[in-house]
């Protein structure tokens, strides 16, 4: 119940473990239960971590635009009518999808994908959406969805917030063939100076076909972030590029830019264009 908890929380506003009364007098540490469910809890909570940016991002669209950070399916796809009673399964912004695993030694579970195409998180297998899927739920994961075309902004990992400067920033990129939108959103974090202007909101937006692989990211704001560099992750690729186009700006790819499934460069935070073929 424990580890099940901290994954659910890790896509909630707050992430936590403490509370008001422990009448049973239980330990609440990560590692009370064991060296299993401590690496599992670990995982997580660098998970947590690692989408700070993502998250700080949902706050900011619920303050500038209403939009809550937890959405209901029904909220992100009223026109589909079997999502009006899915009470299992909600969006943590705009690309992530969380299904909760609420039963001991539950080995699987059905979960509803709204209209489109999606990534499991854990092994990059898309699915087709507007139906039931039945997922695996063993106790390292939870059934977690990303929705094609999203680019999903990432830390590296991190033990505590302000731990040493963040030097680059990843930016997990989820192909699809069809036009998409994302948006990242970030300031200083620690005082006012959002309402003079210091503050960035950096647009993407994915324009790839069966061929080439092309995301294009608009730059607004004033705020000089600590980081230079962009490590640009592309999951889900149908074909494997040979190169890069930065800018106009033509590079080889080689064995050092493939991992299962993901393709890899780094570029700098300035770039505007990006294209693989």
């Known amino acids: 119940l424990y580890t099940r908890w901290i994954q659910l929380a890790t896509f909630h506003p707050l992430m936590r473990t403490h509370s008001a009364r422990n009448e049973t007098g239980f330990n609440q540490e990560p590692w009370s239960f064991g060296s299993k469910y401590e690496f599992v809890v ?15 991002t949902t706050f900011w669209q619920n303050a500038a635009y209403g939009t809550p950070m937890l959405r209901p399916l029904a909220f992100v796809a009223q026109h589909d009518p079997q999502t009006h009673n899915c009470t299992h ?34 092994n990059d297998k898309p699915y087709e959406g507007g139906q039931l899927v039945k997922i695996a739920t063993p106790i390292e ?51 006012y100076g959002y309402k003079n202007g210091q503050y ?9 076909d069966k061929q080439q692989f092309h995301l294009k990211k608009k730059f607004h704001g004033n705020y000089e972030a600590t980081y230079k560099k962009h490590r640009v992750c592309v999951h889900g690729l149908p074909f494997t590029p040979t190169e890069y186009v930065v800018d106009g700006k033509v590079f080889k790819l080689n064995a050092r830019n493939f991992a299962v499934g993901v393709v890899k460069v780094v570029l700098d935070r300035e770039f505007e264009d990006l294209i693989m073929r």
Do not use: C
Request: charged share 20%; glycine share 6%; aromatic share 18%.
């Open 42 to 56: 670990k995982k997580f909570i660098q998970l947590r971590y690692q989408l700070l940016p993502y998250l700080y």
């Open 89 to 122: 399964e909600f969006m943590f912004g705009d690309a992530l999808l969380i299904s909760h695993v609420s039963e001991a030694g539950m080995k699987e579970k059905e979960v509803y994908l709204p209209t489109g195409r999606w990534y499991y998180y854990w």
């Open 141 to 191: 994961e939870m059934p977690l969805f990303v929705k094609a075309g999203a680019v999903v902004p990432n830390y590296p990992k991190l033990q505590y917030t302000g731990q040493a400067p963040i030097e680059e920033m990843t930016l997990q990129v989820f192909y699809d063939d069809q036009p998409a939108h994302s948006t990242m959103y970030e300031d200083a974090g620690e005082h």
């Open 200 to 208: 960035n909101v950096i647009r993407f937006k994915q324009a790839s």
